[in-house]
């Protein structure tokens, strides 16, 4: 549904449209809001961020419909205007053109013209909307993919690669900003995303930096699997950078007043890489599932405020390199027995 703001001081003409467009109306193919004035336009506008189009006049007490153009012009780009006025002249013309207005018409209104031209207005509108989108959505893939790949993703090695399922030797590493719930409970969703997101930046960084990468967020958790030589210890590096980083952040005063900190668990081994999810949804994630997995995220949760959190046979492997400490058996779900902890120190 195309929604149309009409601003204009003339009392009789919104119902006139309201009668000219009833069908449309009552389709819902149009929606009308009306406006008195270019004030009273540019409020409506922030009420209704989704309007496509703009009727206007050019002589509104206030705010005149030439200065309303100039303020959608810096305020709103997306949003066409029309001029519909009964100063038809070359110069209110070229005035108006000069300041963004897509078409302009001359009073008395000829309904059949302006609906023509309206539609026109409509179409050009959702036309640069899907192109922006389209350029959104290439730039945010661009972001976390190279030319090469972009290149291999359109290719048919690409789509039978995507059901190719292998088993890797592998370290997962789960990490979670603490008490970070209260604060999505409290906070505005624009400040939780904002401080979040901050948050994973830095995280990231230090992920990225010993050649990891992030298989999922989960909430305020990250999931990051590191591959090939040296995974282990990579990844208990990035682990001890990550508390490190988090621990120098200052406590976020401008935005609320909360001092972050990470609880994390590492465990390393055999699991299954490969994409899983719906094809009939085409909805399917590259991960990597198995126990080790499993465990891993066992271990986050049994970790607290600052611990980097290891099992037994991971400790084994990492001993002579990590200053560690035990910490003793916790029980963890799915499992029998309970498992030997131990804290990576440095």
Do not use: W
Request: aromatic fraction near 6%; hydrophobic fraction near 40%; charged fraction near 25%.
């Amino acid at each position: 549904m195309a929604k149309i703001l009409v601003a204009d001081d003339e009392a009789d003409l919104e119902s006139l449209i309201k009668q000219k467009f009833r069908q449309k109306i009552r389709e819902q193919q149009y929606e009308f809001i009306f406006a008195i004035n270019g004030n009273d336009a540019l409020a409506k506008i922030q009420q209704h961020p989704d309007i496509d189009i703009v009727l206007s006049d050019i002589n509104m007490p206030e705010m005149d419909g030439l200065t309303l153009l100039s303020r959608l012009s810096e305020s709103s780009p997306l949003i066409k205007s029309v001029i519909v006025s009964a100063y038809g002249d070359m110069e209110n013309i070229r005035t108006a053109m000069n300041r963004g207005a897509f078409d302009f018409i001359t009073k008395p209104i000829n309904f059949e013209d302006l609906s023509l031209t309206m539609e026109k207005t409509i179409r050009h509108v959702l036309q640069i909307r899907e192109t922006l989108k389209a350029i959104k959505e290439n730039n945010i893939l661009k972001m976390y993919v190279d030319e090469t790949v972009l290149n291999f993703m359109g290719s048919r090695e690409f789509e039978s690669s995507l059901m190719q399922n292998e088993t890797v030797e592998a370290t997962v590493v789960f990490v979670d900003i603490c008490s970070f719930t209260a604060i999505s409970e409290n906070e505005s969703p624009d400040t939780v995303v904002k401080l979040l997101n901050s948050y994973f930046d830095v995280m990231v960084k230090e992920i990225i930096a010993q050649g990891g990468y992030i298989d999922k967020f989960i909430g305020d958790a990250i999931m990051a699997v590191f591959r090939g030589n040296y995974n282990l210890d990579r990844a208990i590096d990035a682990s001890l950078a990550m508390r490190t980083e988090i621990e120098k952040l200052p406590v976020s005063s401008e935005i609320v007043s909360f001092k972050p900190k990470v609880s994390i668990g590492i465990n390393c081994g055999e699991m299954i890489s490969g994409n899983i999810g719906s094809a009939n949804l085409r909805r399917l994630d590259y991960t990597v599932i198995g126990d080790v997995v499993n465990i891993a995220q066992r271990l986050q949760s049994a970790a607290k405020e600052g611990q980097i959190i290891i099992n037994e046979g991971t400790y084994q492997k990492v001993k002579e390199s990590f200053n560690c400490k035990k910490i003793g058996e916790v029980s963890v779900k799915n499992k029998i027995h309970p498992i030997q902890i131990y804290e990576v120190l440095d």
